[in-house]
Antibody, heavy 125, light 110 residues
């Protein structure tokens, strides 16, 4: 069974940093691009960042560019999101998502096939 | 990266059909055949229902269908069932290796 388990969320003060992790199982991790998607308290979804299967392509939403860094460790079947200079507006439930398209297709973020249950990040003083 | 526009809510009775729209621009929905739709029941992980505008992943019933016209994508759910009541989101490739979501639509089955 394909499974994604996020961890690392919590309460953090504005301006501080936090690192999210996503442990993947049940599929060949390095065959797929991976993404972070967040859901704001008002329920809207926002794509945050994605990484191609071999980390050759990394991309970010404008709202987090320069503050967040995505990475993956294929040997550990894990995805990460290093978040710095956190703001109140970063408060959200952060989901890890597996891309539908395999590595034999171009990295294009839009088809988020399997999602984890999410980890909550609250930025507040 | 402006969010795609969806109606805040739609409703229908069991057995009826409903259509949810998702309006973007020529830089996203209208520029690529890379639109997806997701079903989200509160407290659960979102589920991919449609990708590449009109394709269904394995296991998604053919009651769910997708289409586009210009800068607007649409999700149609036919033969409404109680379990279809959920939030629905569209997403589109938006160029430069980025993606954009719609604001979400709450579907109520009357």
């Amino acid at each position: 069974e394909v499974q994604l388990v996020e961890s690392g969320g919590g309460l953090v003060q504005p301006g501080r940093s936090l690192r999210l992790s996503c442990a993947a199982s049940g599929f060949t991790f390095d065959d797929y691009a991976m993404h972070w998607v967040r859901q704001f308290p008002g329920k809207g979804l926002e794509w945050v960042s994605g990484v191609s299967w071999n980390s050759g392509r990394l991309s970010y939403a404008d709202s987090v560019k320069g503050r967040f860094t995505i990475s993956r460790d294929n040997a550990k079947n894990s995805l990460y999101l290093q978040m710095s200079s956190l703001r109140a507006e970063d408060t959200a439930l952060y989901y890890c998502a597996k891309d539908l398209r395999s590595r034999f297709l171009e990295y294009l973020p839009y088809a988020f096939h399997i999602w984890g249950q999410g980890t909550m990040v609250t930025v507040s003083s | 990266q402006s969010a795609l526009t969806q109606p805040r809510s739609v409703s229908g009775s069991p057995g009826q059909s409903v259509t949810i729209s998702c309006t973007g621009t020529s830089s996203d929905v209208g520029g690529y055949n890379y639109v997806s739709w997701f079903q989200h029941h509160p407290g659960k992980a979102p589920k991919l229902m449609i990708y590449d505008v009109s394709k269904r992943p394995s296991g998604v019933p053919d009651r769910f269908s997708g289409s586009t016209s210009g800068n607007t994508a649409s999700l149609t759910i036919s033969g409404l069932q109680a379990d279809d009541e959920a939030d629905y989101y569209c997403s589109s490739y938006a160029g430069s290796y980025t993606s954009v979501f719609g604001g979400g639509t709450k579907l109520t089955v009357l």
